[in-house]
């Protein structure tokens, strides 16, 4: 740190800070995530001064995950404040590509509104009247446009079967009965024609490709991004526009003549057995009152005191994955987790931000943040942060003990009379029973180590009331918990 | 996460995984520190078979830290190795660039050896056989070529005066009588020729330029590296080579002719009388009684009980600065430190990597960590890992609630009755009176926490007696410290 | 060149070039432009047998800007074929980016059709309606996007004043009643509201500030890329969409209540005023009898016998700038030059891809390339490429000696006199009545060296009616041209 | 050119660019290569000012190739003065990497000496004293560090052989006695024991790698560059320093003991018997009668005329790697060739250099640049440039009608018959009997075409007694003589 000296600042420092704080202002920006340190803490006071939230970080990249959020949640640029050098280098975890001391997480201003050409739209309403198993996916895109109306009207109009994607969650609410989310494998496999609202034939939708998809199954791509059109699969029709605007342009198409998908054809009823078998099979699997508690055990606890308006966070491997089939998100843009490429440490960022707006626009609205063990490892230190700001966020920490999978405290004990735990610790396992909920004590917020379901509810029931301080729930599941998963292989993310 | 199926590992990668590992072996790796995902964990585990060491860390970052020590610290390669993609990106923080999942941080060969050039050698030695007011200078690179043998020689055979860089420290006890580090801005102030043992005139040495300097001091630049030759500064002679065998040529010249330095030289009677004052006036405000403890106090303590071959890693703003000047090093490369460019972060991850290198070279040999409050924050998360692996470290927190200062717990509290937190606290406050202990406590380690001199014997005393787990001492300090310092202007980093 | 041994190419090398030849016939590219060199010769080879052109250039950089090219001038994908390592380097003049051995400059396929918001379409109609001194500005992307009919329908139904940009130019026809391009500045500074079709506020359109223009123009952007809109200046409306669609919406709304813009109007007459003046002044400068000619004289000549349907590409300072004036287009893309950045060395890289599509597509059409003469020298031993495969080329260098201005013969022997040329030669200049059309006629074309109008009437006249060989004029004129332009101020670039 | 008027040049860009002119001229520049434009003109001309020569390219590549070739033949930086943006980019082919529009080619300062560790020397004497059949190899690097003196003193007076690479020509003469290079495959397959003076070991030099070499031959690096020790090969003995105080080191410890290899040892006799059956041979394709000429006989009769002390640069496929067997170097650092990474379009901005360097160091030294004729596309404009500064230039073009090989005038014409040239004409043919000496004429230099023997040693002799200006001399060859040259695979470069 060349320069620490805080008093000795210069008149320029300081008036240079003014008029980037007022540049900041003038884009509209509400929220700055940052470490301060010379040149940048004149930056963070000057923009406090224009009112202008300053939110001090403990780690650039949590800062910039922070940040990125924002704009996703309000539409208004969010900006990460770093020291150039080191800090900067920090924080590109968070960002692609930057060359400044501050830059903004997404456009400034809303992009002019842009529709599909008029003779696609009737191709695609043509496409849709004629399918004989039709799915919608909804995808992050579809929230990002805030799609949610004309989307909800056309699923209610037509009785189409739909299928979110992880952040496509809540834009039509999980529970709606025209969601298929626990039929997602049997949906993909046999659909014949798919309408993609904003969402990617990435790997988390396989690609698009057989054996999970029909080989001639059509595809209709509804999408604001020419660039994303036709990766991987061509689609059959492709709408290029706002998501919403396109819509809005298919409802209006469709209305032309009456028409609704028969909600007791053959394949909704294909679709409601198997959605009906699943969750049984996972409810079974729930109710288990053998302990360690097993992951299912956990999210039907959890889901059943979720607050419907919470945001829910979340980070992780199986905690993420299975968390995500369990838990409900009931509106949209509610729901942030590590996403596409499974990135690791953005759970608080994320969470603080989601906080900062809750506590701005909705007060009494709680942050839901469920993280695996090892995901709270990257970032666990804005626990500091988060009681700093007295942040209304629930900390679930679903401990296994280790990365995938861990071990008890006895097998841990055992394993280490032999020799050195850098020798013959398995690379996964991390120490058992951590009391990770002492990080949060440590800071003066409430902490709550659980082993039962009994403790879980309680711990959650007294979260939830306590509106007063931020709090950690470390929940003890069975460090094997994945292995005994994979006996029930149609529990795995792409069998539901 | 794309899969994180750990069953399903192919035969593929467990067989590429060996190869690597085997490659790491052939290499002389003798410790990898990582986050294991697909397929990284195969290579880990590949390795741990093979007597290579993992270390499990909680954020790439820190691994990389720990990884870009060991070279330092043993000569042998450090390996980090993380999943490519968002891993690698956090990463970067530790390395400026890579693009493989694995590299090395130092070369794995030891190089071959150079020599400086015979008259260049002759010259050098006539300058400083003709030096008025002589200095030497001995920098990270002395310590890296292991010439403290010979600088020692030269040192106490000519009786010249020196100072260490931050790195430098140990190369020659700092205790030497030789050692001029508590009248270090006089020395460098007043000097007519000054050697430069793999020291750069960098900011932390003022750039080697007035008025820090003599407008026409010589300069004699003994360094491996032709490009840092002449950066800044001209220097008067150049000797470029590995500094051991260099500083050995030097030694063989000077011995041709009988001659010492006066050890009562008017130079020598003026840094002594400087010494001495500079040293009282830092007495008299460590043994000052008042509370909260100055950053004195807490240093004075700790340095009367710091084992003399003890590793010492800081990272902090005043913590950094001013712990260097009191705590005392006598051995060479024991000293690990934010260093050059300041980075924040980099301190637990050097210290785990002290920590495996004393465990299994010196077993009972500590590591004292010493951290700012909000250095700590940036991988406060990696004690878990020091409590994992039962590693010898004690981490002192030196606690004033901020970056470079914070405020009081009353203070505190009544800014916030006005508003929000965002919207007054400025941004270097962080919480006050953390409980940073029970970061420790958490994962089964000692944690205390002290506001008063006989609580911080009491608490060093106890950690340095049980060998049997890591201790955490979060220090509350005057949190607005360093003002005050600021009215001794002399105590200031520049002046000591 | 690691390996020329062509015998002894590898079966591996011949089949993967079969593949890479069948995917680039599969993506519908129809020229390869290139330098051969083991392993990209086979490439070539096996592209001509699948009936692709390969036209083998003298240097990757014209190579790469005949390539990017083609995608403006066909729809289709130009593709250039370099060696990696250092062809690859000198390709990067003509590429932002690229990774492999050869790529696409365009996308592959056309791009689903998107259109306007509705509403916006109905605001921008009436702010149009309600102008009192409207614009329209044709750039580039209407050329694009083959918007033509639909502008030029706009256009003289509604009689409204437009201006085209340098690669604009020819959507409308030049010498349409309703360009007002002999009236530039007059009619940026005081229109009211401008539309603007694919079109950017760019330095060549003065970045759309005061005082160029009224303080509170209103600006209506019609483009297809998002990113664009809004630059410098905050639009009154945007239309984002395909621009032949979006103009379509418009028609479609404007057509909806009768309207024109009157033709008696005002700012019709102060146009028409300025226009009248402004050519009376340059073709009072075109007939000066005075030898060396200028460059009005020069281009009011050419324009004479210019062919309706040639291509025109032009790159230089001053040749360009007023060239761009005085030569008229009457077609859609057909014009090329050097464009927004002014990079020197892309004309005969576009001039003998121009010629592939005239040759291909329209037998007997004619390409004339307008070349500054240190223009010329970036690129001019393509000369060798046009005789080679015979293009319809005819190439005019606009030679005053030097870069912006340079010195007579007369002159330059003096100055030399006095010391050697490296020393007292001005940077601007280059050799003094350099023979360039020798360039041509060593490769067997036609060359001309004239310095009269009549002499230029002559070439001229002979390059057109000679279609069996291309043809090189050398025009010789004032060296110190530019100075006696600047004495009519009005004559520069930012007047008209 | 976002502007292009010279006359408005503003005061700041004035004072300015005499800053950064006086920068270099402080930097010891004494050449300046580039192409102007606003704003670098003014640092062109500041820098003329100061008496520091400006060499006005036409090619931005061509402008970087002269500047890197400055450092190598005078040890001073040289400059290229570019256009940011496009010229800049242009600029790459010449330069790794840049960021600001001058940089320098080399290091400003000639670095401190260093010498190789004293028992590395001794080793390195011992294994070359017991070699049986020893080997000196002489790269670049040696010639870099001026070692001629030392590294001839170690030939002649150990009668050791050696072999030049391609730029270590010159360093020893290549005529000297002990020079092997008529019998180098011979002579790196057989030796036991290489010396290497800056030379590595890259596919030019086979890797170092058996069958080419034996497999226990060991290496002795003398180098400068710790990096490169030890890549591709382990040596026996390395030696890090500046090459010409090692070699010096060298021979002060060989001359303790009074030894010498000995001139009628078996491995001479083999390498002697060697280099008399490949000369014969080549002197015998080299007499063939037959016209068109091959490459021997044109080098032949070249290096007949080849004045001793000129400069010789070269590029191309066959023409650099047959050319260099044949043309021989008695002068270090005269040699400039395409080099390691074989890079097009280096020729003529080398000899551009080469010529700057001769004509003012030594008056009436000449620069004989032999160019393949597709090499001489690349650059083939910038003969504007020797034409205007009149530069001692003598450019042979071995002309054989395409890129590796082409077709005669008959042969091409009937090909044309059948379709257009882009089908059917194979991609590395050029025009037939393109009249290059034209591009010189047209600047007024002298041109010849020679289709003879007789006709090629006539236009030498004039051409070298012509001192008043540069000339051109386009040599016509057998178009296929690339297969004729096949049926001797004793010719080819790996067998000589």
Known sequence: MPDNNFAERSEEQVSGAKVIAQALKTQDVEYIFGIVGIPVTEIAIA??????KYIGMRNEQAACYAASAIGYLTGRPGVCLVVSGPGLIHALGGMANANMNCWYMER???????????SAVCTAASVIRNAKQPLLIIGKGAAYAHAEESIKKLVEQYKLPFLPTPMGKGVVPDNHPCCVGAARSRALQFADVIVLFGARLNWILHFGLPPRYQPDVKFIQVDICAEELGNNVKPAVTL???INAVTKQLLEELDKTPWQYPPESKWWKTLREKMKSNEAASKELASKKSLPMNYYTVFYH????????????????NTMDIGRT???????RHRLDAGTFGTMGVGLGFAIAAAMVAKDRSPGQRVICVEGDSAF?????EVETICRYNLPIILLIVNNNGIYQGFDTDTWKEML???GATAVVPPMCLLPNSHYEQVMTAFGGKGYFVQTPEELQKSLRQSLADTTKPSLINIMIEPQATRKAQDFHWLTRSNM
Chains 1, 2, 3, 4 share one sequence.
């Not at 923009?47 to 202008?52: D, E, K, V, W």
């Open 47 to 52: 923009a406090q001064q224009l009112g202008i």
């Open 108 to 118: 400034c201003m809303s992009p002019p509104i842009s529709m599909a050409e008029t």
């Open 240 to 242: 290029l526009g706002n």
């Open 302 to 317: 959890v889901q059943e005191q979720l607050p419907r308006d919470c945001f829910v966070v979340s980070e992780g491997a």
């Open 326 to 332: 369990v838990l409900q998100n009931y509106r949209p």
């Open 377 to 381: 490892g990257f970032s666990g230190m």
């Open 417 to 419: 009379k032999f020799r």
